[in-house]
């Protein structure tokens, strides 16, 4: 049957209700594998603490991986990625409440480059879409990966954009990863597939649904550096998204406008809230200390989805900031006074250090050195 | 001669170097009057402290007052407003290095309004100058006067838009007030002077100098609340204006506009400086704390030259500001801390309070409640 088959497990799994990665890790860790987990028997259940509405569900016909999942996992593009597996974005997994897995379709790798959300109004002005396309572009070809909805709109032109840079895109989905929503983004669909990734944390088949572009909004905040908010009007989900991103600890950018467009209200709004006005790409990536990449020329190419090569070395600043944290944890305040610098740049730059291996995190959010790392870390 | 006419002694003042308010007032109590400290002689002079470039310039022909000034004087419009005279504004009179004297045309009371700098490019676009326009007209109808340096472009709309709202407007010039600069402007020129007023601290017949307009941008920067930049390209002069009124305290405010619009890259410049985004004129009202006025509904009017009928009471954020100050001259970073209010809502809650008369400045940027004040500051 599908006893040790791990994807068709975490299928089972992610969908089950009551679980989250910490109650999955104790039950692994007691019953040996996610197949034993998912399997059963109930009196393993019981014994691994699951609450009585996940034993129910993994008793039920619904816990039995059907035909759809089992011909959509054949496709080798096709992956269901866990939150333990060492290529699960590791933003994602900061966050609580992490997905327990993410239907991946594309290239995994893809989903350790940085990124920056791109998002914004379905109805866009023609403006607001070359404003995407030329800001995702300008990241991309940069080596700072673009992550969206794949919405019509702003969604589609950042997608757009960042491919036309020869860079990564994401496209974060609100439904089943086998559906193409809206049908009008099919063969940008296929070109992310191609060359980027596609993620969606809801079961196949999954139809859009009003009640899941949050939870998708929160993904995709969740995935990156960032948020920038193109054109949107007030209380419109691309706010939501901004405003998760600032819960989360991460960047909200905004693209200002004329105060007749009220698509620009939105961004206004997120402005006049503390969020960083940006006129040009590079406001955002010094905002982000993007260093690592940031370089006045455009790095050559290596292939459509590996990153553009290392600018070697690394920034004055990141230097200082690795040379202040040791091999033991450190919490970011203790960083912060130690280096001087703001507060969200060293949020910044310790999320790029820990992105490109320098760094790694440790429990009770704090961070330390990583030792002997092949990029250079240990000068 | 002229030896009684405090006007043209003023003029002389003004005129002098080495002298400030602080030495004029102590050779005003040591000598009698403004005119006996024109005149000298120059054993007085001496006795009084006077560097010796001021007694130099006082010995000199250049300090006899012509015809000119004798003549512009004689129009029941034109006025010589000194420091020390009650109607000379109060913001003015609070700062390092006040003028000694304003040469004034029109209406000395206009002086007393509360006043919002709007300033810009003198090339704006056609959608810069209804934006000027429409925010002044919305000021000026709800009783905030709308102060400007009667240049071309964005300071033209901004006093033609006030006059439009039949309120208070005030053209700060950077040349002698005989002089109309640009040409262009003279019957805007004629009508300010006919219902609000002109302000110049050069002498007469000052030609536009270069390095007259920073001093100029200072004067409006310090007669207002706040500054508000409409459009701006980088490095340009409404900029300063925005940095002085930074510089002195006073609220910056700038519109947002496409990021493919130049004169929008100084507007947002400001607000990544930390300026304030405006969308709508109600953003600043707010932001200023204008209860005195601010009323959704347009107060009727009662003339062109007088504001608008205060609404009764004011409220509450003023009345515990009020309550928290005492009739003992208290410092803002008390007031901050008893009221809990942000330090810019304290400062402008302040002037507020200060220009209806509830409160009165003191020595060394202290505060004090008035007493028995017709306006009910004794509730």
């Known amino acids: 049957m599908w006893d040790h088959d791990d994807s068709l497990a975490w299928t089972v799994l992610a969908a089950a209700p009551g679980l989250d990665a910490d109650r999955i890790a104790g039950a692994i860790a007691l019953l040996g594998s996610p197949a034993a987990v998912a399997r059963g028997p109930a009196t393993a259940w019981e014994r691994a603490g699951m609450p009585a509405i996940t034993c129910e569900f993994l008793r039920s016909a619904a816990a039995v991986p059907g035909r759809a999942v089992r011909r959509w996992l054949a ?3 096709h992956h269901v990625l866990p939150y333990c597996d060492p290529r699960f974005p590791q933003l994602l997994r900061a966050l609580p409440q992490c997905p327990v897995a993410l239907y991946v379709s594309g290239h995994l790798n893809a989903l350790a480059d940085p990124q ?3 998002v914004g109004s379905r109805n866009p002005t023609a403006q607001g879409r070359e404003t995407a396309f030329d800001f995702a572009e300008y990241f991309a070809e940069r080596g700072l990966g673009i992550t969206s909805g794949l919405a019509e709109g702003i969604d589609g032109s950042a997608h757009r954009g960042a491919l036309r840079g020869q860079g990564i895109t994401i496209a974060v989905l609100g439904t089943g990863i086998d559906l193409i929503y809206p049908a009008s983004n099919a063969a940008l669909h296929r070109e992310i597939c191609h060359t980027g990734a596609l993620i ?5 088949g999954t139809p859009p649904r009003r009640g899941n572009f949050p939870q998708r909004n929160r993904l995709i905040a969740g995935l990156t550096l960032g948020t920038l908010v193109v054109e949107a009007a007030p209380r419109s989900g691309s706010l939501i998204t901004a405003r998760l ?13 004329s105060i007749h467009n009220p698509l620009s209200r939105g961004c206004h709004e997120l402005i006049k809230d503390g ?4 006129d040009s790409g590079d406001d955002i990536l010094r905002e982000l200390n993007f260093s690592a990449f940031f370089s006045n020329e455009i790095p050559a190419k290596s292939g459509p989805i590996s990153a ?4 070697p070395g690394m920034d004055k600043e990141h230097k200082i900031l690795l040379d202040a944290l040791g091999f033991d944890p450190m919490d970011l305040d203790t960083l912060i006074v130690r280096t001087g610098f703001k507060p969200e740049a060293v949020s910044s730059m310790v999320l790029i250090l820990e992105l490109e291996g320098h760094v790694q995190a440790a429990p009770g959010g704090r961070y330390s050195r990583v030792a002997n790392r092949r990029a250079g870390g240990e000068r």
Chains 1, 2 share one sequence.
């Open 116 to 118: 920056l959300a791109i």
């Open 275 to 278: 969020g960083k006005l940006v």
């Open 200 to 204: 969606s944390e809801f079961p196949l």
């Open 75 to 77: 496709d080798e593009h």
């Open 245 to 257: 991103a600032n819960a989360l600890g991460r960047e909200v950018f905004a693209i200002p406008g």
């Open 308 to 311: 553009p090569p290392r600018v």
